[in-house]
């Protein structure tokens, strides 16, 4: 199954691919790269499919866990200064997405949305210490049963230069369920309580709506 953010696009390549295979049978003569044109026009259509996949995935609805907003690899997990909304202090998880990556992103947790907003931008490397801060991004804000209000930020990366998010202030949302999609290589950041615990490791590889984040915030004892 494909997203919907896919299908122009893939139409697009489809009809593309199919023009190349037809021209290159009927104009190029030699038949060695007759073939290698061909073939490079459906490597071309299948990385785009497989771009914009959309696996359907059921999340378990657990209050107490915040599950991986995106597929991709923990490339951060530290405590940071969040400026932005909480201008405080939160754990910040970030997820990188590398082009071969399901791009479809998902709600963490479910809850209220409380802040949804688009920033333009720079299209520095998703990696690139200022990419939070100065490429085009999107911040949603959720307030959850558990863990209060968390942050997720869409970051777009070298190559993308779409970011699509659906979360509206004020809408009950679903973990799990789609919120949005992000165009070619990105990174998804996640700001949470000081006093959540982080159940993910650097460079481990995590899947959207089934991988668990972090679990409710540790009570302080008295």
Not at 37 to 63: D, E, T
Not at 105 to 118: D, E, L, Q
Not at 144 to 158: M, N
């Amino acid at each position: 199954m494909f997203h919907k953010e896919g299908q122009r696009i893939i139409l697009i390549s489809f009809f593309l691919a199919a023009a190349i295979i037809l021209l290159a049978d009927r104009f190029v003569a030699i038949g060695w790269l007759q073939i290698g044109i061909q073939i490079l026009a459906l490597v071309f259509l299948i990385l785009i499919l497989q771009f914009f996949r959309n696996p359907k995935r059921v999340a378990p609805k657990n209050f107490n866990e915040i599950l991986a907003p995106v597929d991709g690899k923990v490339v951060a997990i530290e405590e940071v200064e969040e400026s932005e909304y909480f201008k405080d202090k939160r754990i910040q998880v970030s997820i990188f997405m590398s082009p071969i990556n399901v791009h479809v992103t998902r709600y963490p947790a479910s809850g209220v949305i409380t802040f949804s907003k688009y920033h333009p931008g720079k299209y520095l490397v998703a990696w690139h210490p200022k990419s939070s801060e100065e490429n085009e991004r999107t911040t949603v804000v959720i307030r959850t049963p558990k863990f209060g209000e968390i942050l997720y930020r869409q970051i777009a990366g070298a190559m993308a230069r779409r970011i699509v998010n659906y979360a509206e202030e004020g809408d009950s949302v679903q973990q799990g369920e789609d919120s949005g999609f992000i165009k070619f290589g990105s990174r998804v950041d996640l700001f949470l309580p000081l006093n959540s615990l982080v159940t993910v490791k650097l460079n481990q590889k995590v899947k959207g709506a089934k991988t668990c984040v972090a679990s409710s915030p540790v009570k302080n004892e008295d």
